[in-house]
């Protein structure tokens, strides 16, 4: 799987063949199928492992004891810590699920992550912490921003990502940033 999970990332579903796959784990093309059927198999199991890691940071539920813009901020940090060292994976879901390639991912990590968001975009709404917006978009446009940070050029500086990604939603949404600092001070008063 480690060896399918690095040639889907790098070159695509369907760039990546089976004997490629059997290449790069230094296996004979044979034992593939002694644990896959087909290239559609070994794909659902690497994106279904992603998918375990990115699990417990959206379905952690929201805190309403926390300002919107305190949890959407904590939010952000959690998942950002938590997918950068799979960026690998988290590009290739994402990828997958734009191009609505087999096998198909249900729930879709883009629906997921933007499911997360919705409940602390609406609980703003409603608190008046957040300008008045069509939750759903801005949930998935969030999202989608998420995605496209953690998709570009890789940086070791996950606190700079994070602080850009909390500027970026927390502006948009007419709420003053966080940054990390704040998230470290506000988790220390809590």
Same mark, same amino acid.
């Given at each position: 799987?480690?060896?399918?999970?690095?040639?889907?990332?790098?070159?695509?579903?369907?760039?990546?063949?089976?004997?490629?796959?059997?290449?790069?784990?230094?296996?004979?093309?044979?034992?593939?199928?002694?644990?896959?059927?087909?290239?559609?198999?070994?794909?659902?199991?690497?994106?279904?492992?992603?998918?375990?890691?990115?699990?417990?940071? *959206?379905?952690? #539920?929201?805190? +309403?004891? !926390?300002?919107? %813009?305190? &949890?959407?901020?904590? $939010?952000?940090?959690?998942?950002?810590?938590?997918?950068?060292?799979?960026?690998?994976?988290?590009?290739?879901?994402?990828?997958?699920?734009?191009?609505?390639?087999?096998?198909?991912?249900?729930?879709?990590?883009?629906?997921? *992550?933007?499911? #997360?968001?919705? +409940?602390? !975009?609406?609980? %703003?709404? &409603?608190?008046?912490? $957040?300008?008045?917006?069509?939750?759903?978009?801005?949930?998935?446009?969030?999202?989608?921003?998420?995605?496209?940070?953690?998709?570009?050029?890789?940086?070791?500086?996950?606190?700079?990502?994070?602080?850009?990604?909390?500027? *970026?939603?927390?502006?948009?949404?007419?709420?003053?940033?966080?940054?990390? &600092?704040?998230?470290?001070?506000?988790?220390?008063?809590?």
């Amino acid at each position: 799987m480690g060896a399918a999970r690095t040639l889907f990332a790098r070159d695509g579903f369907e760039s990546t063949t089976i004997a490629g796959i059997a290449e790069a784990a230094d296996l004979g093309f044979g034992t593939f199928y002694l644990y896959f059927r087909d290239k559609a198999e070994i794909l659902r199991a690497v994106l279904d492992e992603g998918k375990r890691e990115v699990d417990e940071v *959206l379905l952690e #539920a929201d805190d +309403p004891g !926390v300002p919107a %813009g305190q &949890a959407l901020a904590r $939010f952000s940090e959690r998942f950002v810590r938590t997918v950068s060292p799979h960026r690998d994976v988290m590009a290739l879901m994402w990828l997958m699920a734009i191009k609505h390639l087999a096998p198909p991912i249900e729930p879709d990590l883009p629906r997921m *992550l933007g499911g #997360a968001i919705r +409940p602390i !975009v609406e609980r %703003g709404v &409603a608190e008046g912490a $957040f300008l008045p917006v069509n939750a759903d978009l801005t949930s998935r446009l969030i999202a989608s921003m998420h995605m496209s940070v953690l998709m570009g050029p890789s940086s070791d500086d996950v606190d700079a990502i994070i602080d850009a990604i909390c500027e *970026l939603e927390l502006r948009a949404l007419g709420a003053p940033a966080t940054t990390t &600092a704040t998230i470290e001070e506000q988790e220390k008063t809590r």
